[in-house]
T-cell receptor, first 111, second 117 residues
Framework: GQNIDQPTEMTATEGAIVQINCTYQTSGFNGLFWYQQHAGEAPTFLSY????GLEEKGRFSSFLSRSKGYSYLLLKELQMKDSASYLCAVRPTGGGNKLTFGTGTQLKVEL | DAMVIQNPRYQVTQFGKPVTLSCSQTLNHNVMYWYQQKSSQAPKLLFH???????NEADTPDNFQSRRPNTSFCFLDIRSPGLGDAAMYLC????????????????FGPGTRLLVL
């Protein structure tokens, strides 16, 4: 079976750093994606990890530990526009192109 | 420059009245997906196509059908919408990860929000 866990909600302050965690238990592993989804809009791609370690892309970084079934998304210098849902999605082995999505973490950035 | 386009953005239908949602893409990706997403839930894959090869998820109700007449277009038909089918319907595309051997990013359209009265 596939199981992906993320915190439901988080709140952070503008200008701060926030870390959103994701743990997964899937039938094999062949990559992990992070997507951002603003209310009422489509998910947009943020990052992809397939090997252990940190991938940095501007204010956003994503980390993966395959042995622990764990990833996090790190957002620096938070802005109000970063208020959104952040979805963790795993591509299991043998799943072809399919992704299994978590329910998302709703991040609220406050002044 | 929209790459995955969905029409309409909002659709209101009556209980039991068939409805068709459309998706088109300019990315020339050979894989297209339809997801259903309800409020505060994860996107749920309904089916996907590798070119014209249709792949249905085991738990997708028979009420949901799909057509892909060519590479660019894909349609979702809901034959008899029920109140429980009210949701956001997302179309996505990607290259074929089986061919590249790497995780291929899925690009989503803006979604169609379906309301069933």
């Amino acid at each position: 079976g596939q199981n992906i866990d993320q915190p439901t909600e988080m709140t952070a302050t503008e200008g701060a750093i926030v870390q959103i965690n994701c743990t997964y238990q899937t039938s094999g592993f062949n990559g992990l994606f992070w997507y951002q989804q603003h209310a009422g809009e489509a998910p947009t791609f943020l990052s992809y990890n397939v090997l252990d370690g940190l991938e940095e892309k501007g204010r956003f970084s994503s980390f993966l530990s395959r042995s622990k079934g764990y990833s996090y998304l790190l957002l620096k210098e938070l802005q109000m526009k970063d208020s959104a849902s952040y979805l963790c999605a795993v591509r299991p082995t043998g799943g072809g192109n399919k992704l299994t999505f978590g329910t998302g973490t709703q991040l609220k950035v406050e002044l | 420059d929209a790459m995955v386009i969905q029409n309409p953005r909002y659709q209101v239908t009556q209980f039991g009245k068939p409805v068709t949602l459309s998706c088109s893409q300019t990315l020339n990706h050979n894989v297209m997906y339809w997801y259903q997403q309800k409020s505060s839930q994860a996107p749920k894959l309904l089916f996907h196509y590798y070119d014209k090869d249709f792949n249905n998820e085991a738990d997708t109700p028979d009420n949901f059908q799909s057509r892909r007449p060519n590479t660019s277009f894909c349609f979702l038909d809901i034959r008899s919408p029920g109140l429980g089918d009210a949701a956001m319907y997302l179309c996505a595309t990607s290259r074929d990860a089986r061919a590249s051997g790497r995780g291929e990013t899925q690009y989503f359209g803006p979604g169609t929000r379906l309301l069933v009265l």
